[in-house]
């Protein structure tokens, strides 16, 4: 059985580009791809709800997925790695890009 790689080791890399490539405060991208399934959507649009957050939508071509972009302003790093882990621990089978 392959390990999976550690999540925190990742978390630590992107820490450290974020800082070598933004300047903070700063409008972050996320992407997120789940499927198809109104909760799941629902829930990434509560985690980033009165945060001013633009949310777009898009399902993919037999309608299984759907992918899952967020534009918001956020603080710093930091901010930014909190979002990822909320929800990847709230959303089940969420897969962030």
């Known amino acids: ?3 999976e790689k550690n999540p925190e080791e990742f978390y630590d ?3 450290v580009q974020l800082k070598e490539t933004s ?3 700063s409008v972050y991208l996320y992407k997120f791809i789940v499927l198809t399934n109104k909760s ?3 829930q ?3 985690i ?21 972009s967020v ?6 790093p930091d901010a930014v790695i909190a979002k990822y882990k909320r929800v ?4 089940e089978g969420v897969i962030s890009l």
Not at 71 to 76: A, E, F, G, R, Y
């Open 48 to 68: 980033f709800d009165n945060m001013g957050a633009v949310i777009n939508t898009k399902e993919s071509k037999n309608a299984k997925y759907t992918s899952v």
């Open 71 to 76: 534009n918001v302003k956020m603080s710093d």
């Open 40 to 42: 799941k959507i629902v």
């Open 13 to 15: 890399k992107l820490k």
């Open 44 to 46: 990434i649009h509560d």
């Open 23 to 25: 300047s903070w405060p």
């Open 88 to 91: 990847g621990n709230e959303v």
């Open 1 to 3: 059985m392959e390990s």
